[in-house]
């Protein structure tokens, strides 16, 4: 899953995404070597919102 998949998933954005990895809140599951490429996160690093 990438990181645009995630946010619509979560209701978020990728910026707040990206935020959010910057700050160690939720780390990406990988994230590729070049800064154009895809970071993908697993479903078990993600978290609820219910």
Same mark, same amino acid.
């Given at each position: 899953?990438? *990181? !645009?998949?995630?946010?619509?998933?979560?209701?978020?954005? @990728?910026?707040?995404?990206?935020?959010?990895?910057? *700050? !160690?809140?939720?780390?990406?599951?990988?994230?590729?070597? @070049?800064?154009?490429?895809?970071?993908?996160?697993?479903?078990?690093?993600?978290?609820?919102?219910?």
């Amino acid at each position: 899953m990438n *990181i !645009g998949e995630f946010a619509r998933l979560g209701g978020v954005s @990728t910026r707040r995404l990206r935020h959010y990895d910057a *700050i !160690g809140l939720l780390d990406p599951a990988h994230v590729a070597p @070049t800064p154009a490429a895809a970071r993908t996160t697993s479903r078990s690093s993600s978290c609820s919102t219910a």
